[in-house]
């Protein structure tokens, strides 16, 4: 599918950044990016949302990792409190890798920033997940050091193809604070196991990581066990 061909490119050029420009989001980038948010939450009952020129929920200018500056515009990932994170994972990349496929930059966010000060509504049996910081970067970002691919999955000399190229887009993936902390398994045939190991915010990264696995692999040529 040309879309798939469009996002694999993406998994490539995509760099997290935290410095933003003044320049506003176009009007048609806001309409495709708006459009996927109702695609996505028509499907799963999320309330994904696009939040534009809203500094506030990041004025916390908290002294730690992960500061970020003029950032105005996010997705807000707002899911169901119990049982969502792998999937909020899923579909929030959807969108970082569509944002990125329209020239722009993000960055997926879990601490750095003001909760009470996201700007869209959550109803009480919801919360929300992450935020993802989204504008036209001052840079674009650079390429973080990845695990080895034998760390992170069974990878052998006899492993199909199409599972090695998988393994690699999941390397690619945006994990909190880089940890990488999962583990692809291929069991033979066509069928893949994708495990979330200890660390924070990992059952959201396995959805990430899984995204991209899918991607890398080619969706048609297996199925996760």
Not at 22 to 39: F, G, H, V, Y
Not at 134 to 140: A, H, M, N, S
Request: some cysteine.
């Amino acid at each position: 599918m040309e879309i798939d061909r469009k996002l694999k490119a993406a998994i490539a050029a995509r760099h997290s950044v935290r410095a933003f420009s003044d320049r506003p989001i176009e009007p048609a980038q806001i309409e495709e990016l708006r459009r996927k948010i109702d695609s996505i939450n028509a499907q799963t009952g999320f309330h994904f949302a696009l939040c534009l020129d809203e500094p506030e929920a990041f004025c916390a200018n908290k002294p730690h990792y992960g500061a970020f500056s003029n950032c105005r515009n996010y997705f807000a990932l707002v899911a169901p409190k119990r049982g969502a994170g792998e999937r909020v994972g899923y579909y929030g990349e959807m969108l970082v890798l569509l944002a990125q496929t329209l020239g722009l930059n993000t960055c997926w966010v879990a601490l750095t920033y003001e909760k009470a000060k996201v700007a869209c509504p959550v109803l009480e049996n919801e919360k929300v997940h992450d935020l993802i910081a989204l504008g036209y970067g001052t840079t674009q970002g650079v390429q973080h050091k990845s695990r080895d691919i034998k760390h992170v999955s069974n990878v052998t000399e006899t492993s199909p193809d199409w599972f090695r190229a998988g393994v690699q887009a999941a390397l690619d993936a945006p994990t909190a604070i880089n940890q990488q902390r999962f583990y692809l398994e291929w069991l033979g045939d066509n069928r893949v196991r994708a495990k979330a190991l200890l660390g924070p915010c990992s059952k959201t990264d396995l959805g990430i990581v899984k995204l991209h696995f899918e991607l890398g692999a080619g969706r048609e040529n297996f199925t996760w066990a």
